[in-house]
């Protein structure tokens, strides 16, 4: 066995970081499903995402960084005992893939009447929402944002493993980190920091702006607030950890107890005002939504359009809603 490898059992330790494993894949389930099943990601702010992204994905570099010299145990060890001393690295790769597949739904299943600029037409049949090819800015915002998360990570990835490879002298178990090595990782440690303590701030902006839940799940939340506070404990008990490890999690915990206290006073307050979690009167039908391309400079989006209304001004039963149009040549 290598030097350094004879790192003690910890039946506590090993136990609690495998039922937080299985806690943050249940604890993500209820939102992943809530946009699925409503089919929008309408009442998430693009920024928060993007900031969870990539405060997750960088603590688990952080991670991976600060655990690289006990990772070399495994080559002298079983692969249940690999499994033990990495399970640290196992439960942030986890908590990245659930959050960012937040992200992912909320791009694929975001509101087609929110990408394109349009404004509501009254018709004979109730009102139309007509659209123009004009992306909404927070749609341009969010396609921005995916990219730079994707971005992000794939090049702290490819740092991370330079600057591992490279490492003089290499890490090794038991044995202080490099220099440059744990001045990575620490960079990685405050970057997730960072983000983690203002993730929350645009989506608590966003969502008291709104005063309506949207698509965030409170289930989510409600197992999530505390399951913070096992987080920070497993990971502060992990070998080969310090602060910068954990004080990601222990700020996002007590923030997203804001949030969730304030998801739950609007909830009250739509239970009240008789509407949905998308501001929509309970029962009542959204506006019809017409899929058309009108040009920028087209006089269709600041003239208001009847059922049945043609070019001269006559109108019958048989006449379109809206007409077709050539794109010009």
């Known amino acids: 066995m290598q030097d350094g490898c004879d790192i003690e059992h910890d039946w506590f330790t090993a136990s609690l970081t495998f039922g937080l494993c299985v806690g943050?894949?249940?604890?993500?389930?209820?939102?992943?499903?809530?946009?699925?099943?409503?089919?929008?990601?309408?009442?998430?702010?693009?920024?928060?995402?993007?900031?969870?992204?990539?405060?997750?994905?960088?603590?688990?570099?952080?991670?991976?960084?600060?655990?690289?010299?006990?990772l070399k145990c495994c080559s002298s060890?079983?692969?249940a005992r690999c499994l033990e001393i990495s399970a640290g690295i196992v439960q942030l790769s986890i908590q990245w893939v659930c959050f960012t597949?937040?992200?992912?739904l909320y791009m694929i299943y975001y509101p087609q009447?929110?990408?394109?600029?349009g404004i509501s037409l009254p018709t004979d049949s109730g009102p139309v929402i007509v659209k123009s090819p004009t992306l909404t800015p927070e749609w341009r915002l969010s396609i921005v944002f995916s990219w730079l998360a994707a971005a992000h990570f794939l090049l702290s990835l490819f740092i991370t493993l330079i600057v591992l490879v490279t490492a003089v002298p290499s890490p090794a178990p038991g044995e202080p980190l490099p220099p440059l090595v744990y001045s990575w990782a620490k960079f990685l440690g405050v970057s997730a920091a960072l983000c983690a303590s203002v993730q929350y701030a645009p989506q608590l902006l966003h969502t008291y702006r709104t005063k309506l839940v949207g698509a965030l799940s409170i289930p989510m939340m409600c197992i999530q607030t505390p399951g913070g506070v096992l987080m920070v404990l497993s990971i502060v008990l992990r070998p080969g950890t310090n602060w910068t490890s954990w004080i990601t999690f222990a700020v996002a915990a007590v923030l997203q107890g804001l949030l969730l206290t304030m998801c739950i006073f609007w909830k009250i307050r739509q239970n009240r005002l008789g509407i949905d979690d998308f501001g929509v009167p309970l029962g009542q039908q959204p506006p019809h939504e017409v899929e058309v391309v009108i040009p920028v400079d087209s006089d269709v989006l600041s003239t208001p359009v009847l059922a049945g209304e043609v070019a001269d001004g006559s109108s019958d039963e048989r006449t379109p809603l809206l007409r077709s149009q050539s794109k010009p040549r």
């Open 113 to 117: 009447h929110l990408k394109h600029e």
């Open 24 to 70: 943050l894949v249940v604890s993500y389930l209820p939102q992943h499903l809530r946009i699925i099943q409503t089919k929008s990601s309408e009442g998430l702010s693009p920024l928060y995402l993007l900031l969870g992204t990539v405060s997750a994905g960088s603590a688990v570099l952080n991670m991976l960084t600060m655990q690289s010299g006990v």
């Open 101 to 104: 597949l937040v992200f992912v």
């Open 77 to 79: 060890l079983g692969a």
